[in-house]
């Protein structure tokens, strides 16, 4: 507790001895010689001050209560780094080279911290990073398995890992979309939203400089281009780029996509 608090209730004690000076002798030598009008003057003012060092320190007070908690380390690819100062711009187009698939989440992890939130859902949520299977381009892909246990659960690219708001993101200004491929697994059609942007959780100091901009597709067995709208959008700060949601209504019995080639165009 810090001095402000502690004077102001230091002095509505000193207002209540005054109030009832017949009970404590403190008052006797406080105000033997005061009139008792100057005597009430005194504990108005007294009262009054300590109320209102006491209103003026509750955002101290309350703080610990209402904070989301310390920015845990900064990290890229697991690795500590020191925190950016300001959103840096992006280093290629492609995503999985600006950001990292790190932030797992969901309607019933929401009040948990990202560290408890990742350890429940990654694996309902699997991510299978270099993912050999019919890739787009390359030699590898994002595989994504779905287990159907929660009511929707979702995956953000971050920078840095794990960056809900904690620290500056990429600033992206210039471009005006993302692209990806995606396909599902099997010869099911798989409903699922793709965002980007949003995605910095309330209270924390670099919140993201757009709200996330949603796309809803239906994914079939072939690599299909998709496109997510950005223009007129602020991307100054984007600690997520990029997001994939996948819910149990549109996926009763779970699902497997892949992703590819994930990038910012202009």
Known sequence: MGALPVVGILLLLLAVVLRNGRRYPINFLICQDV???????????????????????????????????????????GRPVVPPKGPLPLPSQEVDKSYFPSGWMSKSTNELSPAEANARLQNLLRLEPDCEANPHSLQTCYKIT????EEWMG????????NWGYWPGRNASGY???????????TEVHTVEFLAGGHTRAGLPWQASCQAVELWCDLGQEWRQYTIDLRGKDLTNLPVGFVLVIRRTENPNGCTIYLDDIRFEK
Do not use: H, K
């Open 146 to 149: 779905f287990t159907p246990a």
């Open 176 to 186: 005006n979309r993302i692209t990806l491929w995606a396909r599902s697994d099997g």
């Open 35 to 77: 009139e008792v009008e100057m005597t009430m003057r005194i504990r108005v003012c007294f009262g009054a001050v300590g109320v209102a060092a006491v209103i003026l320190s509750l955002p101290t007070l309350l703080a610990p209560v209402f904070s989301p908690g310390p920015a845990p380390p900064a990290r890229e690819r």
């Open 155 to 162: 995956l953000a690219w971050q920078y840095p890992d794990g």
